[in-house]
């Protein structure tokens, strides 16, 4: 069993930034894939980007390209999320997830441990 809990959420106004953090436990870490996905109000849950159990791959959604950095620190067993020039589309509730078996993949349904979620609001 792997838990994941996210932090660094919170208020911004627009083009401001944000770090978030996914802190897991267990011995394996190193070895997953990690994800972060977003869900806004009345809107399904969204890839926004992963990166591979090296952390020498990773991908984004277009919508953040060039905006946001995901990376990992194995020693830590930490994912970061680094949010840059954000935008009050980008307010949603953010989530980490660990996929066992799948790199890098976008496909939510390939990821099996999620975290709670923090919610980031990004004012105009």
């Known amino acids: 069993?792997?838990?994941?809990?996210?932090?660094?959420?919170g208020l911004v106004q627009a083009g401001g930034s944000l770090?978030?953090?996914?802190?897991?436990?267990?011995?394996f870490f190193s070895r997953y894939g990690m994800g972060w996905f977003r869900q806004a109000p009345g809107k399904e849950r969204e890839f926004v980007s992963a990166i591979s159990w090296s952390g020498g791959n990773?991908?984004?959604?277009?919508?953040?390209?060039?905006?946001?950095t995901i990376s990992r620190d194995n020693a830590?067993?930490?994912v970061y999320l680094q949010m840059n020039s954000l935008k009050p589309e980008d307010t949603a509730v953010y989530y980490c997830a660990a996929s066992i078996y799948s790199d890098y993949v976008k496909n939510r349904e390939f990821y099996d441990y999620w975290g709670q979620g923090t919610q980031v609001t990004v004012s105009s």
């Open 76 to 78: 830590k067993n930490t």
């Open 1 to 9: 069993q792997v838990q994941l809990v996210e932090s660094g959420g």
């Open 19 to 27: 770090r978030l953090s996914c802190a897991a436990s267990g011995r």
């Open 58 to 68: 990773t991908v984004y959604v277009d919508s953040v390209k060039g905006r946001f």
